[in-house]
């Protein structure tokens, strides 16, 4: 299953080109999340991980959605 996460970093900012890009991907669930890159704790990125089984692939319009600060966030995330 491909599981989506879109976020956008301030309430005015829209998802909507993200969505796009996941739907298209063919993502079955998408998690969406308005909070800034900086936050740590993200709490839509961490239920679209709990979701998540087996061989499912987490799927994300550009990496920064994910970990934009470091390769050391990065590290934390995938562990």
Do not use: N
């Amino acid at each position: 299953m491909l599981v989506g996460y879109a976020r956008v970093s301030t309430q005015e900012q829209d998802l909507s080109l993200q969505l796009d890009a996941l739907h298209a991907a063919g993502c079955d669930k998408v998690f969406t999340e308005k909070a800034s890159g900086a936050q740590r704790d993200r709490p839509q990125l961490q239920a679209a991980l709990d979701y998540m089984r087996g061989k499912d692939t987490l799927v994300v319009w550009k990496l920064d959605r994910v970990v934009p600060t470091s390769t050391l966030d990065f590290f934390f995330l995938i562990r």
